[in-house]
């Protein structure tokens, strides 16, 4: 069974950092380009950061240089580690595939105060 499992949200300070983290079972995830998506409330869900199999990354403009996103293939997980935080950041966080997309996990909600 696929499964996506993402976790390491919380409540922070504007200029504040996090690290999410993606666990995935029941794939093959070496092999899988990967991606992280938020959806703030009212939004439509965005890609902001994604990572091909074999580690090329590329930001959406409004995380560039302040997200980085990595893998462990050997360890089934993904992450973003996530810098110099922003109110409008945040939004719940989910992981998923560029396309074909897998089950969505119950997603790690992020949330920046001012």
């Known amino acids: 069974q696929v499964q996506l499992v993402e976790s390491g949200g919380g409540l922070v300070q504007a200029g504040g950092s996090l690290r999410l983290s993606c666990a995935a079972s029941g794939t093959i995830f070496s092999i899988n380009a990967m991606g992280w998506y938020r959806q703030a409330p009212g939004k439509q869900r965005e890609l902001v950061a994604r990572i091909t199999s074999g580690g090329s990354t590329d930001y959406a403009d409004s995380v560039k240089g302040r997200y980085a996103i990595s893998r462990d293939n050997a360890k089934n997980t993904m992450y973003l580690q996530m810098n110099s935080l922003k109110p409008e950041d945040t939004a719940v966080y989910y992981c998923?595939?560029?396309?074909?997309?897998?089950?969505w996990g119950q997603g790690t909600q992020v949330t920046v105060s001012s």
């Open positions: 998923n595939r560029l396309w074909n997309f897998l089950p």
